[in-house]
């Protein structure tokens, strides 16, 4: 089945603990990026990935990091989190970034 | 710049009534892709429809309605005799694919529309 995998779907962490939220996808897309959700905000990129090797920022990147080694795997890096990241985060992939993305389930993040 | 406008923040009907989401979106690009996702309780995203720039046909599914007008820079979307399944968030989106820099493949998200509906 095509998809786009996230994990961990929830979790709870504290001001600073470094963590990593993965996502991998099973189609060969070229393109990958990460969005969070805010209430009233809709969702905003954080980062993209348009090969291996290559990412850009998005709309709000600071605090995430982002890596792309393989083409199937863009995890998404909180080095020091602070409660401000609290939201609900979605990885996208698509094939060519034009056509239209497919969505992971989401992973909701609290930060205390 | 791309922008995505859905000025209707919160919409409660009761079942059976019909309902329009609005959405306006803004690009300086001729060639655009426009979409619609619904996001339920559950919290996934889930795709309803793509639109390019230069299909105006509106399209039916069902209970499902969308009228693009380019005219305008809308892309509304229409439930029929709404159900309470259909209380969800939604969501309009554009693309640019042909767009350069850091617009590239940009999926950019409208604030999205709570929809409620009353059995």
């Known amino acids: 089945e095509a998809q786009v995998t996230q994990n961990p779907r929830y979790l709870i962490t504290v001001t600073g603990k470094k963590l990593t939220v993965t996502c991998s996808q099973n189609m060969n897309h070229e393109y990958m990026s990460w969005y969070r959700q805010d209430p009233g905000l809709g969702l905003r990129q954080i980062y993209y990935s348009m090969n291996v090797e290559v990412t850009d920022k998005g709309d709000v990147p600071e605090g995430y990091k982002v890596s792309r080694k393989e083409k199937r795997n863009f995890p998404l890096i909180l080095e020091s989190p602070s409660p401000n990241q609290t939201s609900l985060y979605f990885c996208?992939?698509?094939?060519?970034?034009?056509?239209?993305?497919?969505f992971g389930s989401g992973t909701r993040l609290t930060v205390v | 710049a791309q922008k995505v406008t859905q000025a209707q923040t919160e919409i409660s009907v009761v079942e059976k009534e019909d309902v329009t989401l609005d959405c306006v979106y803004e690009t300086r690009d001729t060639t655009y892709y426009l979409f619609w996702y619904k996001q339920p309780p559950s919290g996934e995203l889930v795709f309803l429809i793509r639109?390019?720039?230069?299909?105006?046909q509106n399209e039916i599914s069902g209970r499902y309605s969308w009228n693009f007008q380019k005219s305008t820079s809308s892309f509304n979307f229409t439930i029929t005799a709404s159900q309470v399944v259909d209380s969800a968030v939604y969501f309009c989106?554009?693309?640019?694919?042909?767009?350069?820099?850091?617009?590239?493949?940009?999926?950019?998200f409208g604030q999205g529309t709570i929809l409620t509906v009353h059995p």
């Open positions: 639109r390019n720039s230069f299909d105006e």
């Open positions: 996208a992939s698509s094939f060519d970034g034009g056509w239209g993305y497919t």
């Open positions: 989106a554009l693309i640019q694919p042909n767009a350069g820099g850091t617009s590239y493949g940009k999926l950019t």
